[in-house]
């Protein structure tokens, strides 16, 4: 059984750097596209980045591109998000989520498995 779990998430001074984790304690999370989602209060939840099962493509949201990088590593069973610039349009809750399609990697909806999310907040 998939369960993901996201760690990392704190309070943060805007221009810092911050890394996110996501493990499945199943073991499954390496035969999974994975992606980063996260919600601002108030807001839907938006697709962030996503990363295929191999770990050889990668897709980023054009608010985030060039500032995060989204990773894999299959001997831990975790991905990573990298975040680098982080603004106070960054503040929001950060999910991990698993699926099966690259081709709909932005629709939420696509993803089977989620984590419980990890808050992030970006102080100005």
């Known amino acids: 059984q998939v369960h993901l779990v996201e760690t990392g998430g704190r309070m943060i001074e805007a221009g810092a750097s911050l890394r996110l984790s996501c493990r499945d304690s199943?073991?499954?999370?390496?035969?999974?596209?994975m992606g980063w989602f996260r919600q601002a209060p108030g807001k839907e939840r938006e697709f962030v980045a996503a990363i295929s099962q191999g770990g050889g493509s990668t897709a980023y949201s054009d608010a985030v591109k060039d500032r995060f990088t989204i990773s894999r590593e299959k001997d831990e069973n975790k991905m990573y998000l990298q975040m680098e610039s982080l603004s106070a349009d960054d503040t929001g809750v950060y999910y991990c989520?698993?699926?099966?399609?690259?081709?709909?990697?932005?629709?939420?909806?696509?993803?089977?498995?989620w984590g419980q999310g990890t808050q992030v907040t970006v102080s100005s």
């Open positions: 989520a698993g699926g099966h399609s690259w081709f709909e990697r932005e629709d939420p909806w696509r993803y089977n498995y």
């Open positions: 199943g073991r499954f999370l390496n035969n999974l596209v």
